[in-house]
């Protein structure tokens, strides 16, 4: 089974609770990132335990490995099961955040490459090859590869065997779920659920997966 991962990127804490109790039936985990996070601080997570779902940290953790392990440790005491980090920053800064998931029971994922137009820019020429072996190194849970590129996530798929595969840039960026949904663990999808007039009903759509 493909699980199928909702992105929760609206600003409001309410709003936020209200979407994914809609979604929860249909849904495996949700990833919070940058903008409802700041919006309404980590206890985001406490709101949303009650759904007993996996919350998924998504900062992009990029730092030296002291402010990685701090800002790791702070997202883990807050509730969260999962976070994303970045790898480009290294090996030693992406292992602390490795290890500081596993301490607490967690799993860790590697941005391998990114899925908007942009990322093509340096994310090319075997560097998101690079930063997938170093997950694997690293003995990361998983890594982020582009729906909007499905090749690409075949040929990482190659470098990290057996380790999950989450995929977001489905809907709004143009991914197609079903071509996807094929070569991946999860698919992460945000605006084309949380913008839809009843986003409960279009999470089971997108549910199709799942089964």
């Known amino acids: 089974m493909t699980e199928l991962i909702l992105s929760l990127d609206v600003l409001d804490r309410e709003e936020a609770v209200e979407i994914a109790e809609s979604c929860a039936p249909h849904i495996d985990a949700i990833k919070i990132g940058y903008p409802l996070a700041l919006r309404t601080g980590l206890s985001i997570a406490e709101d ?27 997202v883990f005491g807050a509730g969260f099961d999962a976070v994303i980090a970045h790898g480009f920053v290294g090996a030693d800064a992406a292992q602390t955040c490795v ?46 590869a582009p729906a909007t590129r499905p090749d690409r996530i075949a040929k990482l798929r190659e470098i990290v065997g057996d380790r999950a595969i989450y995929s977001p840039g489905v809907g709004a960026q143009g991914g197609d779920l079903d071509t996807v949904a094929d070569l991946v663990d999860g698919v992460i999808v945000g605006r084309s659920i949380y913008e839809a007039k009843d986003p409960g009903a279009e999470a089971e759509r997108f549910s199709r997966i799942r089964r």
């Open 48 to 74: 949303l335990s009650g759904l007993a779902l996996p919350l998924i940290a998504d900062f992009k953790v990029a730092d030296i490995p002291n402010t990685n392990r701090l800002i790791c440790e702070a």
């Open 99 to 144: 290890e500081v998931a596993h301490r607490h029971g967690g799993t860790a994922y590697i941005v391998a490459e990114m899925s908007h137009p942009g990322a093509t820019t340096f994310f090319h020429g075997g560097v998101a090859e690079e930063i997938a072996a170093l997950a694997v190194s690293c003995r990361a849970d998983g890594i982020i």
